[in-house]
């Protein structure tokens, strides 16, 4: 997780911090902060899977229901839509998937991103979190001026990096595959996010010790996270400058959600 300030279009990256389990993730999303965030993982599925599945689309039961579920039913259910569909179209996607480029929100391989979404929406939903367009939150949990004090948003890394980098990977989990290359892609991409040379126009502000931390972390599990704090800085201007949905689009299907700034 990236933690940063941001003042004057310019984001301060002030810690990083490794939560080493699910259950330290649930820890401190209940913690009495205030904060806006970012997260890596899928906030909904495709309206067209879920409709053809005949499951709640009201998000909060759908969520409810495919929290019930195990991965095993999960994979089962997914495989058995997908073999009945033509190559190539295999896949339902979200609006917001395509406009992106991610990984269709349903995928459970390579990468698994509906197991990321059954393992952490229904910890934002039990610690009673905001989501904008999807999930009030805890109705008590505001402050002094009646906003929510935790707010999350659907963040996604690639979205950023392959806007500087196009096609060139920055990062591998296998260690083999961190190559030299991968190391220069991290070092431009960090020069890019330092210059504001994105079109969300924010420029990050690290220490010497920081930037050796996001070039050296070949899994890029580091620069992932200071993505997305650029992404939840960018929402946050927006929800200063009057835009109660921090950016997101007044047509959401609010059963899909969207991904902050695509």
């Not at 205030?34 to 067209?48: H, I, M, Q, T, V």
């Not at 330092?194 to 070039?215: C, F, I, N, S, Y």
């Given at each position: 997780?990236?933690?940063?300030?941001?003042?004057?279009?310019?984001?301060?990256?002030?810690?990083?911090?490794?939560?080493?389990?699910?259950e330290?993730?649930?820890?401190?999303?209940?913690q009495?902060?205030c904060?806006?965030?970012?997260?890596?993982?899928?906030f909904?599925?495709p309206?067209?899977?879920?409709?053809?599945l005949?499951?709640?689309?009201?998000?909060?039961?759908?969520?409810?229901?495919?929290?019930?579920?195990?991965?095993?039913?999960i994979?089962?259910?997914?495989a058995?839509?997908c073999?009945?569909?033509p190559t190539?179209g295999?896949?339902?996607?979200?609006?917001?998937?395509?406009?992106a480029?991610?990984?269709?929100?349903?995928?459970w391989?390579?990468?698994?991103?509906?197991?990321?979404?059954?393992?952490?929406?229904?910890?934002?939903?039990?610690?009673?979190?905001?989501?904008?367009?999807?999930?009030a939150?805890?109705?008590?949990?505001?402050?002094?001026c009646?906003?929510?004090?935790?707010?999350?948003?659907?963040g996604?890394?690639g979205?950023?990096?392959?806007e500087?980098l196009?096609?060139?990977?920055y990062?591998?989990?296998?260690?083999?595959?961190?190559?030299?290359?991968r190391?220069?892609?991290?070092k431009?991409?960090?020069t890019a996010?330092?210059?504001?040379?994105?079109r969300?126009?924010?420029?990050?502000?690290?220490?010497?010790?920081?930037r050796?931390?996001?070039?050296?972390?070949?899994?890029g599990?580091?620069?992932?996270?200071?993505?997305?704090?650029?992404q939840a800085?960018?929402?946050?201007?927006?929800?200063?400058q009057?835009?109660?949905?921090?950016?997101?689009?007044?047509?959401?299907?609010?059963l899909?959600?969207?991904?902050?700034?695509?």
């Amino acid at each position: 997780m990236a933690f940063g300030a941001l003042e004057n279009e310019r984001v301060q990256l002030l810690k990083l911090e490794r939560l080493d389990s699910l259950e330290a993730f649930s820890h401190w999303l209940t913690q009495p902060l205030c904060w806006l965030g970012a997260f890596d993982l899928p906030f909904g599925l495709p309206r067209e899977l879920v409709e053809a599945l005949a499951w709640p689309t009201q998000w909060q039961d759908c969520m409810t229901h495919y929290a019930s579920l195990s991965r095993q039913q999960i994979r089962d259910t997914f495989a058995t839509f997908c073999a009945d569909r033509p190559t190539g179209g295999k896949f339902a996607h979200r609006a917001t998937d395509r406009l992106a480029g991610s990984s269709p929100s349903m995928k459970w391989i390579n990468p698994p991103v509906a197991y990321m979404l059954h393992a952490g929406v229904p910890l934002l939903l039990e610690a009673g979190v905001q989501l904008p367009g999807l999930h009030a939150g805890d109705p008590n949990d505001v402050d002094a001026c009646g906003q929510a004090r935790r707010v999350a948003l659907e963040g996604y890394p690639g979205l950023l990096a392959r806007e500087v980098l196009g096609r060139r990977s920055y990062k591998s989990d296998d260690q083999a595959r961190q190559t030299p290359e991968r190391l220069i892609a991290r070092k431009d991409l960090i020069t890019a996010l330092e210059h504001g040379q994105t079109r969300l126009a924010l420029r990050l502000k690290l220490t010497h010790a920081q930037r050796d931390a996001l070039v050296d972390d070949g899994r890029g599990d580091a620069l992932d996270a200071v993505l997305c704090l650029i992404q939840a800085a960018w929402a946050y201007n927006r929800q200063q400058q009057g835009d109660a949905r921090y950016g997101l689009p007044v047509d959401m299907d609010p059963l899909e959600g969207w991904i902050v700034s695509a």
